[in-house]
């Protein structure tokens, strides 16, 4: 008899996150959304006494990284860099 581990993802819709009831797919996007907003209009303006300094670049790059490696994860049943082996007698 052969041994099998399987896993189960939820999909992504139904996946929690650390940001009230926003799901990791729309994390992502308002992510991309800031680091769009920076590209463009530059990381920081003054007017006037007020300033405005957006979230850094780098910081926003290693979010959306981390947000992709859940996403990946969360449409495959296996965890990441994880392999699955069946033994059968001989």
Same mark, same amino acid.
């Given at each position: ?24 797919k @729309?994390? =992502?996007e308002?992510?991309?959304k800031?680091?769009?907003?920076v %590209? ?6 003054k *007017?006037?006494?007020?300033s ?6 780098t ?5 959306? @990284?981390? =947000?992709?490696?859940?996403l990946?994860q969360?449409?495959?049943p %296996? ?5 699955v082996? *069946?033994?059968?007698g001989?």
């Amino acid at each position: 008899m052969a041994n099998v581990i399987v896993g189960i993802a939820l999909p992504d819709e139904e996946q929690p996150s650390n940001m009230g009831n926003m799901t990791t797919k @729309k994390m =992502l996007e308002e992510v991309q959304k800031a680091i769009y907003t920076v %590209l463009v209009t530059g990381q920081s303006y003054k *007017i006037g006494s007020r300033s405005l300094t957006r979230a850094n670049l780098t910081e926003l790059y290693n979010i959306e @990284k981390d =947000l992709k490696a859940q996403l990946a994860q969360s449409n495959s049943p %296996l965890l990441d860099d994880c392999y699955v082996a *069946i033994f059968d007698g001989r």
